[in-house]
């Protein structure tokens, strides 16, 4: 089947790390990916993972994958207030294009 | 490179009545998608596009929903007629093909129904 599940909300103090976690549960999965939205705009990719890989670094975004769990987490460094937002985690199957997305973490970063 | 431009940005309508969305992907994407995001919840996509031959229509409404891309560029979407439960963001989304990993988004269409 195809889920996606994240937890919805996520407070953290300016300057912490925040981590955001995702489980999903489609095996076949390709890509997994990090979406990020502000109010009242459309979907900004920040980073994506290829299933065959368990870790990559962009900056101060980390993202981890444990296929075995099926679990995945983005994890932001340094955390400022910009970054208040909601994140979305997806999955996406080879040759479909289509993506599977989480209900979404809101991030609050408190300064 | 400019991105996927989307119109309208709002969108107020009374039930039963009908509405159309465009959607103008990047230069050069082969592939277009509609998705629909409820408020609280992430996108689902309604249909796919594979220049102007449809993909993936398996969660569109078709009752009531119809897409189209008929020179394999723009898009829009209709809905005729609107139900209350249409409330939500209409989000165009564009790749260079189905099988790339990256799709970029439009900053949506909200539509309200009343």
């Known amino acids: 089947g195809e889920d996606v599940e994240q937890s919805l909300f996520l407070s953290v103090r300016e300057g912490d790390s925040s981590v955001i976690n995702c489980t999903y549960t489609?095996?076949?999965?390709?890509?997994l990916y990090w979406y990020k939205q502000e109010p009242g705009a459309g979907l900004q990719l920040l980073t994506y993972i290829f299933s065959n890989m368990d870790m990559k670094q962009d900056q101060r975004l980390t993202v981890l994958l444990n296929k075995k769990d099926k679990h995945l987490s983005l994890r932001i460094a340094d955390t400022q207030t910009g970054d208040s937002a909601i994140y979305f985690c997806?999955?996406?199957?080879?040759?479909?294009?289509?993506?599977?997305f989480g209900q979404g973490t809101t991030l609050q970063v408190k300064p | 490179e400019a991105g996927v431009a989307q119109s309208p940005r709002y969108k107020i309508i009374e039930k039963r009545q009908s509405v159309a969305f465009w959607c103008n992907p990047i230069s050069g994407h082969a592939t277009l998608y509609w998705y629909q995001q409820i408020l609280g919840q992430g996108p689902k996509l309604l249909i796919q596009f594979q220049n102007n031959g449809v993909v993936d229509d398996s969660q569109l409404p078709k009752d009531r929903f119809s897409a189209e891309r008929l020179k394999g560029v723009d898009s829009t979407l209709k809905i005729q007629p609107a139900k209350l439960e249409d409330s939500a963001v209409y989000l165009c989304?564009?790749?260079?093909?189905?099988?790339?990993?990256?799709?970029?988004f439009g900053s949506g269409t909200q539509l309200s129904v009343l």
């Open positions: 997806a999955e996406s199957k080879s040759n479909t294009g289509k993506l599977i």
């Open positions: 489609d095996s076949s999965s390709t890509y």
């Open positions: 989304a564009s790749s260079l093909n189905f099988d790339t990993e990256k799709l970029f």
